[in-house]
Nanobody, 122 residues
Framework: EVQLVESGGGLVQPGGSPRLSCAAS????????MSWVRQAPGKGLEWVSA????????YYAESMKGRFTISRDNAKNTLYLQMNSLKSEDTAVYYC???????????????WGQGTQVTVST
């Protein structure tokens, strides 16, 4: 059974730098690209970042470039998202998602985690 379990969210002050984790199990982690996707209150899903199967390629949404860093540890079956300089508009539920391939120009997901809430507020 595929499982993706996010952690690391919570209440963060503006300018804070939390790191989210996504523990994966039930599939061969290093065979698949992974992504982070978020959903702000009252809004739709917003793609955040993606990483290839071996971590060699990464992409970011424009508003996250320079502030967020996606990485993975294939030995630990874990995906990470380091977030820096957080703003109130980064408040959202953050999901990790498993891609259906090692790397593709088209992101297609077949499994999602339950999400972790990140609230940026004083």
């Amino acid at each position: 059974e595929v499982q993706l379990v996010e952690s690391g969210g919570g209440l963060v002050q503006p300018g804070g730098s939390p790191r989210l984790s996504c523990a994966a199990s039930g599939f061969t982690f290093d065979d698949y690209a992974m992504s982070w996707v978020r959903q702000a209150p009252g809004k739709g899903l917003e793609w955040v970042s993606a990483i290839s199967w071996n971590g060699g390629s990464t992409y970011y949404a424009e508003s996250m470039k320079g502030r967020f860093t996606i990485s993975r540890d294939n030995a630990k079956n874990t995906l990470y998202l380091q977030m820096n300089s957080l703003k109130s508009e980064d408040t959202a539920v953050y999901y990790c998602a498993k891609d259906t391939s090692r790397w593709s120009a088209i992101y297609e997901y077949d499994y999602w985690g339950q999400g972790t809430q990140v609230t940026v507020s004083t």
